[in-house]
Protein backbone atom coordinates (compact mmCIF):
# COMPACT_ATOMS: atom_id res chain seq x y z
CA UNK A 1 0.00 0.00 0.00
CA UNK A 2 1.04 3.51 -0.76
CA UNK A 3 2.32 5.77 2.08
CA UNK A 4 1.22 9.19 0.70
CA UNK A 5 -2.69 8.69 -0.87
CA UNK A 6 -4.35 11.43 -2.70
CA UNK A 7 -8.08 11.04 -3.10
CA UNK A 8 -9.74 11.76 -5.80
CA UNK A 9 -6.80 11.13 -8.34
CA UNK A 10 -8.93 13.05 -11.55
CA UNK A 11 -11.82 15.78 -11.22
CA UNK A 12 -13.37 17.55 -13.24
CA UNK A 13 -15.83 20.62 -11.84
CA UNK A 14 -17.17 23.73 -12.80
CA UNK A 15 -16.42 26.67 -12.12
CA UNK A 16 -17.97 28.66 -8.82
CA UNK A 17 -18.24 24.87 -7.13
CA UNK A 18 -16.68 23.89 -3.84
CA UNK A 19 -14.00 20.78 -4.38
CA UNK A 20 -11.94 19.13 -1.66
CA UNK A 21 -8.92 17.23 -1.81
CA UNK A 22 -7.53 14.96 0.82
CA UNK A 23 -4.55 13.34 1.31
CA UNK A 24 -3.59 10.63 3.77
CA UNK A 25 0.04 9.35 5.00
CA UNK A 26 0.58 6.20 7.27
CA UNK A 27 4.27 6.87 7.42
CA UNK A 28 3.24 9.11 11.36
CA UNK A 29 5.24 11.89 9.53
CA UNK A 30 4.51 15.31 11.45
CA UNK A 31 4.96 17.57 8.58
CA UNK A 32 2.36 17.73 5.88
CA UNK A 33 2.25 19.99 2.12
CA UNK A 34 0.09 20.88 -0.42
CA UNK A 35 1.44 21.98 -4.09
CA UNK A 36 0.36 22.57 -7.22
CA UNK A 37 2.02 21.81 -10.16
CA UNK A 38 1.70 23.93 -13.74
CA UNK A 39 3.50 23.33 -17.21
CA UNK A 40 6.39 25.54 -16.97
CA UNK A 41 6.41 27.17 -13.49
CA UNK A 42 7.25 24.07 -11.60
CA UNK A 43 5.50 22.85 -8.16
CA UNK A 44 4.69 25.64 -6.06
CA UNK A 45 4.07 25.63 -2.38
CA UNK A 46 0.03 26.47 -1.27
CA UNK A 47 -0.20 25.68 2.70
CA UNK A 48 1.90 23.96 4.79
CA UNK A 49 1.49 21.84 8.67
CA UNK A 50 3.85 21.17 10.77
CA UNK A 51 1.85 19.56 13.15
CA UNK A 52 -1.96 19.46 13.80
CA UNK A 53 -2.64 22.62 15.44
CA UNK A 54 0.09 24.50 12.91
CA UNK A 55 -1.01 25.39 9.67
CA UNK A 56 1.38 28.32 7.23
CA UNK A 57 0.71 29.85 4.36
CA UNK A 58 2.74 29.08 1.23
CA UNK A 59 3.72 30.78 -1.96
CA UNK A 60 0.54 30.84 -3.86
CA UNK A 61 -2.40 30.15 -0.74
CA UNK A 62 -4.93 32.54 -2.00
CA UNK A 63 -8.48 31.01 -3.21
CA UNK A 64 -7.28 27.81 -1.13
CA UNK A 65 -8.07 26.54 2.71
CA UNK A 66 -6.44 23.79 4.78
CA UNK A 67 -7.79 21.20 7.10
CA UNK A 68 -5.31 19.24 9.44
CA UNK A 69 -7.91 16.85 10.74
CA UNK A 70 -5.18 14.16 12.05
CA UNK A 71 -1.72 13.94 12.07
CA UNK A 72 -2.52 11.46 9.12
CA UNK A 73 -4.53 13.62 7.12
CA UNK A 74 -4.60 17.11 5.56
CA UNK A 75 -7.52 18.22 3.13
CA UNK A 76 -6.96 21.35 0.40
CA UNK A 77 -10.56 23.17 0.00
CA UNK A 78 -11.27 25.41 -3.21
CA UNK A 79 -14.14 27.03 -1.71
CA UNK A 80 -14.81 28.48 -5.67
CA UNK A 81 -13.24 26.71 -7.98
CA UNK A 82 -12.02 29.31 -10.85
CA UNK A 83 -10.56 28.07 -14.30
CA UNK A 84 -7.12 28.90 -13.28
CA UNK A 85 -6.75 26.51 -11.00
CA UNK A 86 -6.36 23.77 -13.54
CA UNK A 87 -3.43 21.87 -12.47
CA UNK A 88 -1.54 18.70 -10.85
CA UNK A 89 -1.92 19.08 -6.77
CA UNK A 90 0.40 17.05 -5.34
CA UNK A 91 0.45 15.97 -0.78
CA UNK A 92 3.46 15.57 0.87
CA UNK A 93 5.01 14.54 3.78
CA UNK A 94 8.12 14.67 5.93
CA UNK A 95 9.55 13.87 9.36
CA UNK A 96 11.60 16.43 10.96
CA UNK A 97 10.45 15.26 14.57
CA UNK A 98 13.92 13.35 15.51
CA UNK A 99 15.98 15.10 12.92
CA UNK A 100 18.09 18.26 12.95
CA UNK A 101 16.22 21.00 10.31
CA UNK A 102 17.81 20.23 6.95
CA UNK A 103 17.97 16.60 6.91
CA UNK A 104 14.18 15.95 6.00
CA UNK A 105 13.05 14.32 2.94
CA UNK A 106 9.61 14.86 1.38
CA UNK A 107 7.57 12.04 0.06
CA UNK A 108 4.84 12.95 -2.26
CA UNK A 109 1.37 11.37 -3.03
CA UNK A 110 0.89 10.31 -6.68
CA UNK A 111 -1.44 13.81 -7.19
CA UNK A 112 -4.70 14.32 -8.35
CA UNK A 113 -5.22 16.29 -11.32
CA UNK A 114 -7.78 18.73 -11.68
CA UNK A 115 -10.04 20.53 -13.92
CA UNK A 116 -11.74 23.35 -13.38
CA UNK A 117 -14.12 24.21 -16.67
CA UNK B 1 11.55 35.58 -3.45
CA UNK B 2 13.52 32.32 -4.07
CA UNK B 3 13.91 31.60 -7.47
CA UNK B 4 15.44 28.30 -8.46
CA UNK B 5 16.22 27.27 -12.49
CA UNK B 6 16.72 24.43 -14.08
CA UNK B 7 18.88 24.37 -17.59
CA UNK B 8 18.36 22.32 -19.95
CA UNK B 9 14.73 22.35 -19.90
CA UNK B 10 15.16 19.01 -21.76
CA UNK B 11 17.63 16.69 -22.78
CA UNK B 12 18.47 13.84 -25.30
CA UNK B 13 21.02 11.52 -24.67
CA UNK B 14 22.17 8.24 -26.16
CA UNK B 15 22.41 5.66 -23.83
CA UNK B 16 25.24 4.96 -21.88
CA UNK B 17 26.47 8.64 -21.76
CA UNK B 18 27.76 10.23 -18.61
CA UNK B 19 25.12 13.53 -18.49
CA UNK B 20 25.06 16.60 -16.05
CA UNK B 21 21.69 18.50 -15.19
CA UNK B 22 22.02 21.88 -13.57
CA UNK B 23 20.11 23.52 -11.04
CA UNK B 24 20.94 27.25 -9.75
CA UNK B 25 19.20 29.39 -6.49
CA UNK B 26 19.06 33.01 -5.78
CA UNK B 27 18.91 33.32 -2.63
CA UNK B 28 21.78 30.99 -0.36
CA UNK B 29 20.16 30.84 2.74
CA UNK B 30 19.28 27.38 2.29
CA UNK B 31 19.01 24.42 4.64
CA UNK B 32 18.84 21.49 2.09
CA UNK B 33 18.66 20.67 -1.51
CA UNK B 34 16.79 17.79 -2.62
CA UNK B 35 16.69 16.01 -6.43
CA UNK B 36 13.70 14.42 -7.25
CA UNK B 37 12.87 12.15 -10.03
CA UNK B 38 8.75 13.04 -11.55
CA UNK B 39 7.93 9.42 -14.21
CA UNK B 40 4.94 10.64 -16.27
CA UNK B 41 1.55 10.85 -14.15
CA UNK B 42 3.31 9.81 -10.66
CA UNK B 43 4.33 11.81 -7.80
CA UNK B 44 8.07 13.23 -7.24
CA UNK B 45 10.45 10.57 -5.56
CA UNK B 46 13.54 12.17 -3.57
CA UNK B 47 17.21 10.97 -5.21
CA UNK B 48 19.37 12.85 -3.20
CA UNK B 49 19.05 15.02 -0.15
CA UNK B 50 22.21 17.81 0.22
CA UNK B 51 22.06 19.48 3.48
CA UNK B 52 23.36 23.14 3.69
CA UNK B 53 26.74 22.14 5.59
CA UNK B 54 27.47 19.31 2.91
CA UNK B 55 29.13 19.75 -0.69
CA UNK B 56 27.84 16.55 -2.18
CA UNK B 57 26.22 13.53 -2.02
CA UNK B 58 26.33 10.07 -3.89
CA UNK B 59 23.73 7.33 -4.58
CA UNK B 60 24.83 4.51 -7.08
CA UNK B 61 24.99 5.98 -10.56
CA UNK B 62 23.79 9.64 -8.70
CA UNK B 63 25.77 12.04 -7.56
CA UNK B 64 24.62 15.12 -6.25
CA UNK B 65 27.13 18.58 -6.06
CA UNK B 66 26.25 22.15 -3.99
CA UNK B 67 27.96 25.10 -3.93
CA UNK B 68 25.74 27.10 -2.14
CA UNK B 69 27.88 30.67 -2.20
CA UNK B 70 27.40 30.35 -6.01
CA UNK B 71 23.79 29.38 -5.54
CA UNK B 72 24.45 26.15 -7.73
CA UNK B 73 24.08 22.50 -7.78
CA UNK B 74 24.16 19.78 -10.41
CA UNK B 75 23.11 16.33 -10.64
CA UNK B 76 25.74 13.92 -12.52
CA UNK B 77 24.30 10.71 -13.83
CA UNK B 78 26.74 8.23 -14.92
CA UNK B 79 25.94 5.27 -17.54
CA UNK B 80 22.64 6.68 -18.76
CA UNK B 81 20.23 4.17 -19.05
CA UNK B 82 16.38 4.19 -20.68
CA UNK B 83 15.30 3.13 -17.26
CA UNK B 84 17.12 7.09 -16.31
CA UNK B 85 14.06 9.18 -18.36
CA UNK B 86 11.91 10.98 -16.55
CA UNK B 87 11.48 14.91 -15.22
CA UNK B 88 14.32 15.21 -12.98
CA UNK B 89 13.24 18.39 -10.33
CA UNK B 90 15.71 19.86 -7.89
CA UNK B 91 13.70 21.82 -4.65
CA UNK B 92 15.69 24.05 -2.07
CA UNK B 93 14.49 24.31 1.44
CA UNK B 94 14.79 27.75 3.38
CA UNK B 95 12.07 30.03 5.17
CA UNK B 96 9.68 27.71 2.40
CA UNK B 97 10.29 25.30 -0.35
CA UNK B 98 10.94 25.94 -4.01
CA UNK B 99 11.28 23.37 -6.69
CA UNK B 100 12.67 24.40 -10.10
CA UNK B 101 11.02 23.67 -13.29
CA UNK B 102 12.60 19.92 -13.90
CA UNK B 103 14.56 18.91 -17.19
CA UNK B 104 12.75 16.29 -19.19
CA UNK B 105 15.38 13.68 -19.77
CA UNK B 106 15.03 11.04 -22.46
CA UNK B 107 17.56 8.41 -22.62
CA UNK B 108 17.67 6.50 -26.24
CA UNK B 109 18.22 3.02 -26.78
Known amino acids: DADVTQTPRNRITKTGKRIMLECSQT?????MYWYRQDPGLGLRLIYY???????NKGEISDGYSVSRQAQAKFSLSLESAIPNQTALYFC????????????????FGPGTRLTVL | KQEVTQIPAALSVPEGENLVLNCSFT??????LQWFRQDPGKGLTSLLL?????REQTSGRLNASLDKSSGRSTLYIAASQPGDSATYLC????????FGTGTSLTVIP
Open chain 1, 92 to 107: ATSDQSRQARGTDTQY
Open chain 1, 27 to 31: KGHDR
Open chain 1, 49 to 55: SFDVKDI
Open chain 2, 27 to 32: DSAIYN
Open chain 2, 50 to 54: IQSSQ
Open chain 2, 91 to 98: AVTGNQFY
